[in-house]
């Protein structure tokens, strides 16, 4: 990545990782975040006591994946995560492919903003969240970069 793109109306999608989650991912996420409500990794309870389809992804999950979208962009601007906040605002479920993804909505070649989300093939946002970068100091200004240079990971 050569730097972060102009933000402007039409201001490129930035997408850097697509998951398709599994039981085990979730069991395993649940289980080091010590989340211990069962619809992350007990289908039998998902489904006959919480009336849920499948298994969900947690929320948590989500959000460290778009964690992960800005400190990737962020990196290469080059620069660091200031904040970052997200919310859930849709169920995922396991199974299901996921796009996390981004773009700038602003940036004076100090400081960016980005707005990410997670979004399913259908485009339903599912989770959203909000990136502010701070250039590293001493880092080349760079008011005008063509394109994020982040490319699409493989469904893991």
């Known amino acids: 990545m050569t730097g972060l793109p102009d933000a402007?109306?039409?201001?490129?999608?930035?997408?850097?990782?697509?998951?398709?989650?599994?039981?085990?991912?979730?069991?395993?996420?649940?289980?080091?975040?010590?989340?211990?409500?069962?619809?992350?990794?007990?289908?039998t309870y998902t489904q006959g006591t919480e009336n849920l389809p499948d298994l969900v992804v947690p929320g948590p999950m989500q959000g460290a994946w778009l964690l992960q979208v800005a400190a990737t962009a962020a990196a290469a601007w080059p620069g660091r995560v200031e904040s970052f906040s997200y919310r859930n605002t849709r169920v995922a479920y396991v199974h299901q492919l996921?796009?996390?993804?981004?773009?700038?909505?602003?940036?004076?070649?100090?400081?960016?903003?980005?707005?990410?989300?997670?979004?399913l093939e259908d485009g339903t946002r599912t989770c959203e969240g909000v990136a502010r970068l701070r250039r590293r100091t001493g880092a080349p200004a760079q008011p005008d970069v063509a394109s994020p240079?982040?490319?699409?990971?493989?469904?893991?």
């Open 149 to 156: 240079g982040v490319a699409p990971a493989g469904g893991t």
């Open 98 to 119: 996921l796009a996390m993804e981004g773009t700038v909505i602003s940036s004076d070649g100090t400081h960016a903003a980005l707005s990410l989300w997670v979004r």
């Open 8 to 43: 402007s109306a039409d201001a490129p999608v930035i997408t850097a990782l697509q998951a398709r989650p599994d039981p085990l991912q979730l069991f395993c996420f649940s289980a080091v975040t010590w989340n211990l409500h069962r619809i992350h990794y007990d289908l």
